[in-house]
Every structure is written in C-alpha cells, then in structure tokens.
C-alpha cells in the first residue's frame, strides 16, 4: 500500500527556517512527481510546490506565495521528498502535506503542523 | 491564476438524498494534451482530503460508485447520488491544467 509519512514540523519563529520531510513507499518513487501542500488552521488548501521526476530534470514549480522562500527537492535513492522553508512568516503556519499520484493528488500523508510565531 | 468557484459553500443533506456541488473555472481546463485535469478531493473533519474522482469523471478505485463528475470547459459538477453518513466533510475540487494549481474554496457537506 502506499504511504506518504510526513516528518520534521514544529514552533519557529518569524524569518527563522525548517526543512520537513516526506517518506514514500508502495510505489516507484522515481516515477512520480511529488508534490506540497497546505492548510491553514480553518481554512482550505493551497498548493506550495511540486518536483517533476528525473526524465524531466526534476524541475521545480511553487505558488506564488512561497517563491523565493522555499525550496523543494527529492532523493530517489531514499524516497525522500523535503521541502526548505526560510524566511518563514506567520502566514506560513499551516499543516504541511506531501502528495503524489497521477493526478497529483492521489495519495496524501497524513500531515505535519508547522506553526510560525514569536 | 486560475480560480475556481464552489457553490454552495453549506450543503445540508438527509440520508438517501441526491446532492450537486459546482465547480466554476476563471479559464477552461482544456489542456493542449486533450485531458481536463479537474479532480475532487473529500476532506473528513480530522483527516487528509482524499481523491474522490479524478480528471472530471474517473472514479478513483475503491471509492462508492454513488459519487460521479461531469463538466467540461469551465464547469464542473460533483453528484452524490444517495447520500450516506460517512460522506459529511468538505468537498474540494483543484485543477492541474495550468500552474499553479489551485483548490476550490470547499464545500461544506453535513447530515441533517
């Protein structure tokens, strides 16, 4: 079955940074593009950011928002997925999701809470 | 960027009864490939959304055939015919067709 097992979320402070990480397995990582995404306490989702796969130069694509600030990347010898976050705003306080799947948005992880406050 | 526009936001439903959700495009969602990439995701108070029916039509596996999609270009519409107690949370539709991708602002389904 696959599994996406999101890591590394926790308090920072503002303009501080933190890396979280996604574990996958139950499928051919290398093969899939991976994907962020997030939410907001109470609120809807917003995609972050998206990595394509090595036939595709693993390009890298990211809302608006976080262009600048975050960095996403992969590791396809560990199935690791990771997203660098600097410069965090309080705005960026969410629940941090890794996705994947054909559609993007197939399989979720269950998340991991990053909270921006002084 | 693309916007999409739910409607309703609140949708309150009895058990057994058939319900439509809206999904309006800024843009059409017509990819020069041919595909609509517009899916609909159900967010279960406390869990991960999950992937209901994927480029506007396509049942994902394992999910009740009770659900159905259908649309194109610009609108795009969520049918649950029947509606069951377990299907009571948040209803999504996002679209893959142009970056960035962007999620519909939610559909609030409850079980009166």
């Known amino acids: 079955a696959v599994q996406l097992v999101e890591s590394g979320g926790g308090l920072v402070q503002p303009k501080e940074s933190l890396k979280i990480s996604c574990a996958a397995s139950?499928?051919?990582?290398?093969?899939?593009?991976m994907y962020w995404v997030r939410q907001a306490p109470g609120k809807g989702l917003e995609w972050v950011a998206r990595i394509r796969t090595k036939p595709n130069n693993y390009a890298t694509y990211y809302a608006d928002s976080v262009k600048g600030r975050f960095t996403i990347s992969r590791d396809d010898s560990k199935s690791m997925v990771y997203l660098q976050m600097d410069n965090l705003k309080t705005e960026d306080t969410a629940m941090y999701y890794c996705?994947?799947?054909?559609?993007?948005?197939?399989?979720w992880g269950q998340g991991v809470m990053v909270t921006v406050s002084s | 960027d693309v916007v999409l526009t739910q409607t309703p936001p609140t949708l309150s439903a009895t058990i057994g009864q058939s319900v439509s959700i809206s999904c309006r495009s800024s843009?059409?969602?017509?990819?020069?490939?041919?595909?609509?990439?517009l899916h609909w995701l159900l967010q279960r108070p406390g869990q991960s959304p999950q992937l209901l029916i994927y480029l506007v039509s396509r049942l994902e596996s394992g999910v009740p055939n009770r659900f159905s999609g259908s649309g194109s270009g610009t609108d795009f519409t969520l049918k649950i015919s029947g509606v069951e107690a377990e299907d009571l949370g948040v209803y999504y539709c996002?679209?893959?067709?142009?970056?960035?991708?962007?999620f519909g602002s939610g559909t609030k389904l409850e079980i009166k």
């Open positions: 139950g499928f051919t990582f290398s093969n899939a593009a």
């Open positions: 843009q059409s969602l017509l990819h020069s490939n041919g595909n609509t990439y």
């Open positions: 996002v679209q893959g067709t142009h970056a960035p991708f962007t």
């Open positions: 996705t994947a799947g054909r559609s993007g948005f197939d399989y």
